[in-house]
């Protein structure tokens, strides 16, 4: 059984970093696109980073460049998400998913063929 554990979302000032990890397990680490989304009440799931299998490259949304950082550790099949200069508009539910569409053109869920866990709330007061 895939499973995907993300933690670490908390409350932080702007300005103020958090890293999120996502704990896996029921499939090969390698052979499946991960990676970070987010959702705040009213709006559309916002790919946030990922990283892409086919040529081992990590992608961000353009509202993340620079302040997020994706990596990965395959001994401990855990991904993280390194995130500094919060802002207030980074608020959201934080959420991994695994076989997901991820490359130059965007990063998407795989629309019923993907899997994921449950979300870590990230909160930035201004």
């Known amino acids: 059984e895939v499973q995907l554990q993300a933690s670490g979302g908390g409350l932080v000032q702007a300005g103020g970093s958090l890293r999120l990890s996502c704990a896996t397990s029921g499939f090969t680490f390698d052979d499946y696109e991960i990676g970070w989304f987010r959702q705040t009440p009213g709006k559309e799931r916002e790919g946030v980073s990922c990283i892409s299998r086919r040529d081992e490259n990590t992608y961000y949304a353009d509202s993340v460049k620079g302040r997020f950082t994706f990596s990965s550790d395959n001994a401990k099949a855990t991904v993280y998400l390194q995130m500094n200069n919060l802002k207030p508009e980074d608020t959201a539910v934080y959420y991994c998913?695994?076989?997901?569409?991820?490359?130059?053109?965007?990063?998407?869920?795989?629309?019923?063929?993907?899997?994921w866990g449950e979300g870590t709330q990230v909160t930035v007061s201004s």
């Open positions: 998913a695994a076989e997901i569409f991820c490359g130059p053109l965007g990063i998407y869920s795989n629309h019923g063929r993907d899997y």
